[in-house]
């Protein structure tokens, strides 16, 4: 396992990572949650990620009980802040809920302050210098190491930087974005210039595009898979789609590794990706997809290039 620096931080965390939406909780009780986070661990991911909004809390307070069994330095966690409940003031990125959402957060994971935190949308209706301060507060009282944003658009992170400049406060250190063969243009090119201007880190989500890159959906939809329980995420599932993880499936075979590897292996490719969060419902799952970063020297230029032009 490769350890990347986030950004221009001094911090390093693992090309692969393992997050909990959707899983921690429906899928994986707490001794599931052990199981996956010591395999994960074993296996040398040392970045584990969630957020409050999270099975309404519960992804944290399974993360926390399975923190117990590590020492804390040997972990970097985080979580992220936006959608903490249904009060006016319960969400956003105003400063009453940046702060009480954090806190809310540490009491549920049980831990004094998490590595990153994130604001995990843009938030309109909040001044960027009221977020930046809130964000500032919660780094220089402890809460926090690193501050980054989630789904933000490249203006708008500027606008941070801006603000935190003017502020004399912290600026954001790392972005979290989708990213995956299906979703390629906030990374590869609306962030281009960020790279250089801030050495932004990103942590990105859904490597698989929630599973439909393993090729599971192949012939339909799978009983129990994560499309045939959230309803909403059907509509991600397109036939160009499936007909195009098919063809991965004919390179994955050639590279003799599995097609969801492939998937996750292409995002590893990619120098600006400092971590790619991983989901998985289950062991197996997870120990093949681990198995991704063994894949990514098979990688050359002219496969990673074959691959781009099948799903483009
Ligand atoms: N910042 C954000 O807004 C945001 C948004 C989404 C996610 N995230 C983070 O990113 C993490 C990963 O995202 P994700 O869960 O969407 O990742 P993903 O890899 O795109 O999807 C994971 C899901 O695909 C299925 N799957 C995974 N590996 C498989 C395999 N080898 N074979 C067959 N099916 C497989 C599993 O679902 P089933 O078994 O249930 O079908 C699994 O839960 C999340 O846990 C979260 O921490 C962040």
Redesign the pocket.
Known sequence: MKYNRLGRAGLKVSELSF?????FGP?LDLAATKRTMRLAFDRGVNFF?NAEAYGGGEAERLMGAALKDFKRSDVVVST?IYWGGKGPNDKGLNYKHLVEGTYAALERLDLDYVDLLYC?RPDDDTPIEETVRAMDFLLRSGSAFYWGT??WSAEQIEGAHRAAKELGAAPPTME?PEY?LFNRDKIEREFAPLYERYRMGTTT???????IL?G?YDQGIPKG??LD?VEWLREYLTPDKVAKTKKLAVVARELECTT?QLAIAWCLKNPNVSSV?????NEK?LE??LGAAAVRDRLSDDVRKSIEALCA
């Open positions: 997050g909990a939406w959707i899983t899928q990620d992220k995990h989630s789904e979290q995956n989500w859904s490597p698989l595009a929630s599973g393993s599971k898979s994560r329980r969801a969060i991983l989901g998985a419902s799952q093949e997809n």
